[in-house]
C-alpha cells in the first residue's frame, strides 16, 4: 500500500482502510515524523506504557496550547465500520489547520494511521479487525512555531451481534381460505423477547410488517389458497441482533362441516329412530359419505365399549332404524360418525348417547307429615326408570297402622309436569300406612308403594307479655297446650333487643303446659322467640304425639307523661299549679293556655305557679303542658285531665309467597327483593312504620316507606323451601300483626362455554377447556365438569379463572364432537355444552 503525505488530506477529508485503495495509509510500519505526526513507536510502546499514559497539552514556553478532540463508539459490533471523527482546535474552539495523527493500534502493533487537516473522520472496516478484542486509539498533534503539541487516547471494543430466534408458536394447519391467524414471538439467547420489525411472506410474495410486542404478536393472513400454503416470518435483524426466520405450512379449505346427531332415549319395545345429518358452516346439506358405528356403553371401573351388531353408511342426511329385538333394556348406547372430508368440505366426527331403558316405574308421595286440626294434603308423583314424571292413574288406601281399619280410597291421575295434590281431610292422631299402586299401561310397567303417614297432636304455644315503662319488671307467661291440655314439654327460648342482639339464649320448662320467664328492670324494647320442635321426620321412632309450634311476641318501652296540672281557685284569680311525676314543682316552665279560643302563655315561677288574673265569667280555660318527652298535659278549669292512651286501629300485613332462583357465591349480594306490606284495616298504607322479618334465627328490621312497603334481599345459595315470619310489633296507633310465607328457590342456571380447538395429530399434550360462569357472568371455581369426546370421559375441576381443562388422547386426524356437563348441587342446575376439536 502507499503512504499518504500529509499534503494529500484536507482539512475535511475522510480516510478509511481498503484493500482497494491506492491512498490507504500501509498499516506494515508507520513513521510520518517528516510531516509533524506522532510516532506509532513512540506514542505507544506497551500496553503498561498505555496505562500509566493520560492525556496532556505538551506547550513549548512561548507556543499557544492546542487540543484535540474526537468522537468514537466504545463498542462496534462486526461487520459495522469503525468512524472515528476528531479535529484540532485553540482553547477558544477554533480550527488550526495543521496535521494531526490518528493512529489504531491491536496490543501495542500499529494497524492504522491516518494524517488529518484540522478536522476530519477516519474510518476502519470492521473487516480487518478481530472479534472480541480491544483496540487503542492515539491521536496526536506534533506542535508547530506557533501552537504547542498535544495527544489523547482512547479504545474501543469490537464484537459479534447476538443471535436471535424467531418462532411461529400457534396456528391452524387446516384452515379455511378466506383467513386464518397465526402467533409468532422473537427472542435472544437468554429468552427475552425482541421488539422489533418482522415480514411476513404468503406463498413467497411479501404480504405486510408487523412490530413485534413480547409474545402478543398475532397476525391475521387473508387470501389462502386451496391446498398448501406457505407462511413466512422473518426477522432482517439490527445493530444488536443478526436476522431470522421460520415458516409454517397451512391447507387451506373452503369450508368446516359438522355431524348433527339426533338420538333420543328409547323405552324397551320400542325402535331406535337416529337421525344423522352432514353440514357446512352456513347449515347446507353436505353429499358425503359418512360412516356411523354404534357401541353399547359401560361405566364405572370396567368403563368399555362394545361394537354393536352393525355399521351403517349414510350419505348427507338420513335416519338409522335400530329395531327393538336388537335393543337391550338398560343400557346405554354410544353413536359415533365420522365424514372424511376434502379440500373443499373440511373432516368431522359427531357423537352422543342414548338410554335404552325398561318399563318400570315408581311412586312418590311428599306431605306424610300432618297435624290433626287440619286437612292433609298429600302430593302424588308418577316416575319411570329415568325419574323423569310421567301421567298415569294411581290407586291410594289409606288405613290405620295398628288396626288396618281403612280410612280412605283415592284415585289419582298424576301429571307429567308437577305432582298432583289429593285431599284427605282430617285425621285424629296416630300413625297411618298408604299403599299406593299403578297398574301400568301400555308403555310402563306398573308398581307399588307401602309408605308411613304420621298425624300429631295440634299444639297452640301462646306468649302473654305487656309494654311497660322503662325500668320495670314483668314476667313473662307461655303457655303449651293441646287437645290433652297442658304439656309437659321444653322449648327453646331465644330474646333480643330491637337491634337483634342477642340477649337471651336457653330452654323453658313447661309443667301443666305453663312456664314464665323474668324480665327485671327493663331499659329496651324486645323480642321474644319461643320455639317446641318435636324432632320427628317420617323415620322415626315416633315417640312424641305433638306437633312442632312457635311463637312471636314483643315488649315495648311506653313513655309516661311527667307533668300534671292543678287549678286553684283565688277569688277572681286561678293559680296554675305545675308538677311532675313524683309531685315536685316544675319551675321555669312555659304554658300554653287557651281561654275562649285566645291562646297565650306563662311561665311558671320558682314553685312551678302561674297566676291567671282578671278571669271573665262563662268562659272555659284549658292549660296544657308539653314534657320533655313530647307528652302534653292539660287541665280545664278544675278537672285534671290525664293524657289517654287512645284505642289503636287494626294493621294487616300483606305478602306472596315466592318463587326465585339461588344466588350463586361468585355474584354476591344479587338476590331478588322479597317484599312486604303494612296496611290498617281498610288497605291504607302504613308509612314509616318498624317490620320485622324472621327467618332461620334471626330478625331483619326494616322501615316501611311511602306505600307502606319492606323489602328483603333473598340471597340464599341453594334450592329449596324456606320459611319466612313477618312482625308488625304495634305502636300507639296501631295493634300488632303477623304473617308466615314460603320462599321457593330453585337452582342458579350457570353458563357453560367451550371454545374449539385444533392439534396437530403429532402434538404430545392436547388440552381442551371450558369456562363455567355464572349466569351474571362471573367465574365459577371448584366445580367438576365431566368432558366427553371420542366416547370417552374426563373429570376436571374449575380453577380460580372458572376453566376447567382436561388433556385428551385422540390419534386420528378429523373434528371430533365434545359435551361438557355439569351436574345440579343445590347452588348449580346442570348444563351441558358443545364444541368441536380438530385434529390435524
Known amino acids: 500500500m502507499a503512504m499518504v503525505s500529509a499534503s494529500d488530506i484536507s482539512a475535511d477529508d475522510s480516510v478509511s482502510l481498503d484493500a482497494a485503495d491506492s491512498d490507504i495509509v500501509s498499516t506494515d510500519s508507520i513513521s510520518v515524523d517528516s510531516v509533524n505526526t506522532y510516532s506509532a513507536d513512540s506514542a505507544i510502546s506497551s500496553n503498561e506504557d498505555k496505562d500509566n499514559y493520560h492525556p496532556s497539552n505538551l506547550k513549548d514556553d512561548d507556543n499557544k496550547i492546542s487540543k484535540i478532540n474526537y468522537e468514537l463508539n466504545d463498542t462496534v459490533f462486526y461487520g459495522d465500520d469503525v468512524i472515528i471523527n476528531a479535529n484540532l482546535t485553540d482553547m477558544d474552539g477554533n480550527i488550526i489547520d495543521e496535521f494531526f495523527q490518528v493512529t489504531v493500534y491491536d496490543e501495542g502493533n500499529p494497524l492504522q494511521s491516518n494524517s488529518l487537516k484540522g478536522k476530519g473522520t477516519m474510518i476502519v472496516p470492521t473487516v480487518s479487525l478481530t472479534e472480541s478484542s480491544y483496540y487503542d486509539v492515539a491521536l496526536s498533534f506534533a506542535g508547530n512555531e506557533e501552537y504547542a503539541s498535544c495527544n489523547e487516547f482512547t479504545s474501543f471494543n469490537v464484537t459479534f451481534k447476538e443471535n436471535s430466534y424467531l418462532a411461529i408458536s400457534n396456528y391452524d394447519s387446516y384452515s379455511k381460505i378466506n383467513s386464518t391467524k ?127 351388531k352393525d355399521d351403517y353408511v349414510v350419505n348427507g342426511e338420513a335416519i338409522i332404524v335400530i329395531y327393538q329385538s336388537k335393543l337391550r333394556a338398560g343400557v346405554t348406547y354410544f353413536i359415533r360418525a365420522d365424514y372424511e372430508g376434502n379440500l373443499t368440505y373440511f373432516r368431522s366426527v359427531g357423537s352422543d348417547y342414548f338410554d335404552c331403558f325398561n318399563r318400570s316405574t315408581e311412586i312418590v308421595i311428599d306431605g306424610r307429615i300432618a297435624s290433626d286440626d287440619k286437612d292433609i294434603t298429600l302430593e302424588i308423583g308418577l316416575f319411570d326408570q329415568r325419574q323423569v314424571m ?230 272555659t280555660i284549658e292549660v296544657k303542658y308539653t314534657d320533655n318527652q313530647g307528652l302534653v298535659a292539660s287541665n280545664k278549669i278544675v278537672v285534671l285531665v290525664k293524657e289517654q292512651i287512645k284505642q289503636r286501629a287494626a294493621s294487616k300485613i300483606v305478602c306472596k309467597n315466592m318463587s326465585t332462583v339461588a344466588v350463586a357465591t361468585p355474584d354476591g349480594r344479587v338476590g331478588e327483593y322479597f317484599n312486604v306490606t303494612l296496611t290498617d284495616a281498610d288497605g291504607n298504607p302504613l308509612v314509616n312504620k318498624t317490620v320485622m322479618i324472621g327467618f332461620n334465627g334471626r330478625v331483619y328490621t326494616r322501615t316501611t316507606n311511602e306505600t307502606g312497603e319492606v323489602n328483603l334481599q333473598i340471597n340464599l345459595g341453594y334450592k329449596g323451601s324456606y320459611t319466612f315470619a313477618m312482625c308488625f310489633l304495634g305502636d300507639e296507633d296501631y295493634n300488632a300483626s303477623y304473617e308466615v310465607c314460603v320462599i321457593k328457590v330453585s337452582s342458579h342456571q350457570p353458563k357453560l362455554t367451550g371454545s374449539a380447538k385444533t392439534y396437530k395429530v403429532s402434538a404430545k399434550t392436547k388440552a381442551i377447556s371450558a369456562t363455567f360462569k355464572t349466569s351474571n357472568g362471573n367465574v365459577i371455581s371448584g366445580k367438576s365438569l365431566v368432558f366427553i369426546i371420542d366416547g370417552k370421559l374426563y373429570n376436571a375441576k374449575t380453577n380460580s379463572k372458572g376453566v376447567a381443562t382436561v388433556n385428551v388422547s385422540i390419534s386420528k386426524k378429523g373434528t371430533y364432537s365434545c359435551t361438557v356437563r355439569s351436574s345440579d348441587d343445590g347452588m348449580y342446575a346442570a348444563t351441558s355444552t358443545k364444541f368441536n376439536v380438530k385434529i390435524v
Do not use: W
Open 182 to 308: 397465526i402467533n409468532f414471538i422473537i427472542y435472544d439467547v437468554d429468552d427475552e423477547y425482541i421488539n422489533d420489525t418482522a415480514d411476513i411472506y404468503l406463498n413467497g410474495e411479501y404480504y405486510t410488517s408487523v412490530l413485534t410486542n413480547g409474545n402478543e404478536n398475532e397476525v391475521t393472513i387473508e387470501n389462502l389458497q386451496v391446498g398448501e400454503n406457505t407462511v413466512l416470518v422473518k426477522y432482517n435483524g439490527s445493530n444488536i441482533y443478526k436476522g431470522s426466520e421460520d415458516s409454517a405450512t397451512i391447507m387451506g379449505y373452503e369450508k368446516d362441516t359438522s355431524i348433527g346427531i339426533d338420538a333420543p332415549d328409547v323405552l324397551i319395545g320400542n325402535d331406535a329412530r337416529i337421525k344423522i345429518n352432514l353440514t357446512d358452516e352456513d347449515g347446507n346439506i353436505v353429499n358425503g359419505r359418512v360412516d356411523v358405528e354404534i357401541y353399547e356403553y359401560y361405566t364405572g371401573d370396567d368403563e368399555s365399549y362394545v361394537p354393536f
Open 390 to 619: 310421567i301421567a298415569g292413574l294411581v290407586n291410594l288406601t289409606v288405613f290405620d297402622n295398628e288396626s288396618n281399619v281403612v280410612i280412605d280410597t283415592i284415585s289419582v291421575e298424576t301429571s307429567a309436569d308437577d305432582y298432583v295434590n289429593v285431599t284427605i281431610g282430617k285425621l285424629p292422631y296416630g300413625h297411618y300406612m298408604i299403599n299406593a299402586s299403578f297398574e301400568g299401561n301400555e308403555e310402563y310397567e306398573g308398581c307399588e308403594l307401602e309408605a308411613n303417614l304420621h298425624v300429631f297432636k295440634a299444639t297452640n304455644l301462646t306468649i302473654e307479655v305487656r309494654d311497660q315503662i322503662k325500668g320495670e319488671s314483668q314476667i313473662v307467661n307461655f303457655s303449651l297446650v293441646s287437645s290433652d291440655g297442658g304439656l309437659n314439654e321444653s322449648a327453646s327460648l331465644i330474646i333480643r333487643n330491637m337491634e337483634n342482639d342477642l340477649i337471651y339464649d336457653g330452654i323453658i320448662n313447661f309443667t301443666d303446659g305453663k312456664a314464665s320467664y323474668n324480665l327485671d328492670n327493663l331499659e329496651e324494647g324486645l323480642i321474644i322467640l319461643a320455639d317446641y320442635n318435636n324432632g320427628m321426620d317420617l323415620v322415626g321412632p315416633f315417640e312424641t304425639v305433638y306437633d312442632s309450634a312457635s311463637k312471636f311476641a314483643t315488649v315495648r318501652i311506653i313513655k309516661q307523661l311527667n307533668g300534671t296540672i292543678e287549678f286553684e281557685p283565688v277569688n277572681d284569680s286561678i293559680i296554675v299549679n305545675l308538677k311532675d311525676i313524683d309531685g315536685n314543682p316544675i319551675a321555669e316552665a312555659p304554658l300554653s293556655v287557651d281561654v275562649n279560643g285566645q291562646v297565650f302563655e306563662l311561665i311558671t315561677d320558682d314553685n312551678g305557679q302561674a297566676m291567671l288574673d282578671n278571669i271573665p265569667n262563662n268562659v
